[in-house]
């Protein structure tokens, strides 16, 4: 091989580069504790569901409660609720910065969601109060 | 405890900025719409009917109280405040003229020539800006209302251009800074999304009636144009009553009482 002994350490050296976050995190456990509400043992599906399918639950809501005018949600042991992220699930996770935006930031996700929805039911004004990067970031 | 009154008056102390804090506007305060978060029984309680439509008495309207009702309705929806050609409008007032272009009355009687009204999306029965919608995000539901999906919208304004009645609007900036007494319980608009009057289907989906009918103060009657009992039938039997641009083939479930 013509020049190995530029291309061979080259390669290793990109190898390197490359494997160094593999290497950082080696070991390390991904855990994200978004802060949870105070007053609701349950969320509207198991804990386990809403971590890993939050985000089809909320477009099939959006797509039922427009769409179809379908707007009550019944879950597996057959509670009710208004299918709303505004007025159900932000009414329990006031807080976007401490419940939302830790996983959201930690994983590198801008949901736009917003950009119309507001923050909570008794926001005061139009503005998000927390302004961050993840708001319209699309 | 030696320190226990001076520890007792730390803690009042604390206490009372604490307090202070949190009567701070910004930091809570909930508004007056908090208290009517609606819920599950509500949702069930919602009004149905097969084909939804409004009458309008359109002498009782003064300029005053199409304001009225405009303000009802752009404060219900968090429409925003533009001035100028970039206005957003789900309610609005107009002259003779302008609502019924096609009607020719060359002769009119003064007072209905300088009379203002209502006008409002007039939730079509063969409604062209479904027609013409690329992503389906305008679409007409079962009971007749023309409604938006406002997460589909692409903005390109095809909708725009095949509503005969001007009834839509495009947000050319972020409505948010615009919005002055803003209601919580319902989204905002982004930049790029078009918007028009729903015929308040989510005041409907809680069995209320939609909010200019209730600032009207009987002057819209609101109902169900294929319940021969309702209201609106009853107003529409007595009073004649005219739609807009009936030549353009959409046939309008907003009805003119002259």
């Known amino acids: 091989m013509y020049n190995a002994k530029y291309i061979i350490p080259g390669i290793l050296f990109f190898l390197a580069l490359a494997l160094v976050p593999v290497v950082y995190n080696m070991g390390h456990q991904f855990e994200v504790k978004p802060e949870l509400p105070k007053d609701q043992k349950e969320c509207v599906l198991p804990t386990n569901e809403m971590r890993d399918k939050h985000m089809q639950l909320l477009n099939e809501w959006r797509n039922e409660a427009v769409r179809d005018g379908s707007r009550i949600f019944v879950n597996a042991k057959g509670q009710k609720y208004v299918k709303s992220l505004t007025n ?46 993840a708001t319209g970031g699309h | 405890m030696k320190n226990s009154r001076r520890e007792f008056l730390k803690l009042a102390a604390v206490s009372a900025m604490g307090i202070g804090a949190a009567r701070l506007g910004f930091l ?3 508004p007056a719409h908090a208290a009517g978060l609606p819920t599950v029984g509500n949702y069930e309680e919602g009004l ?14 003064t300029p005053e109280r199409i304001a009225a009702c405009r303000k009802a309705c752009h404060d219900e929806h968090n429409v925003p405040d533009i001035a100028g050609p970039k206005e957003i409008k789900w309610f609005w007032g107009a002259s003779y003229e302008e609502s019924f272009p096609t009607e020719h009355g060359h002769y009119l009687s003064e007072e209905v020539e300088h009379r203002q009204f209502p006008l409002l999306c007039n939730q079509c029965e063969t409604p062209m800006c479904v027609k013409v919608c690329p992503t389906q995000a305008t679409f007409q539901r079962p009971d007749g209302i023309v409604m938006m999906d406002f997460h589909r919208c692409i903005g390109c304004r095809y909708c725009m251009a095949g509503c ?9 900036q972020d409505p948010r800074p615009f919005i002055k007494d803003f209601n919580p319980h319902f989204p905002t608009r982004m930049r790029g999304v078009v918007e028009k009057c729903n015929f308040c289907a989510e005041r409907l989906a809680v069995g209320k009636l939609p909010k200019c009918v209730e600032a009207a103060e009987g002057a819209l009657v609101f109902g169900d144009l294929s ?30 009482i002259l």
């Not at chain 2, 005969?164 to 050319?172: D, I, K």
Request: charged fraction near 25%; hydrophobic fraction near 30%; glycine fraction near 4%.
């Open chain 2, 227 to 256: 319940d021969e009992q309702s209201d609106i039938r009853k107003v529409l039997r007595e009073h004649f009553a005219i739609r807009r641009k009936p030549d353009a083939g959409t046939s309008p479930s907003v009805y003119y």
């Open chain 2, 28 to 30: 809570g305060d909930a």
């Open chain 2, 48 to 61: 149905k009917a097969k084909h939804w439509g409004m009458a309008v008495y359109s002498a009782k309207f």
């Open chain 2, 164 to 172: 005969p009645f001007g009834a839509r609007s495009f947000n050319f």
């Open chain 1, 88 to 133: 159900t699930c932000m009414s329990c996770h006031p807080d976007k910065a401490k419940f939302c935006d830790r996983c959201h930031e930690t994983v590198g996700v801008a949901p736009y969601c917003w950009d119309c929805h507001n923050l909570t039911p008794n926001q005061k004004s139009p503005i998000p109060p927390v302004a961050s990067a």
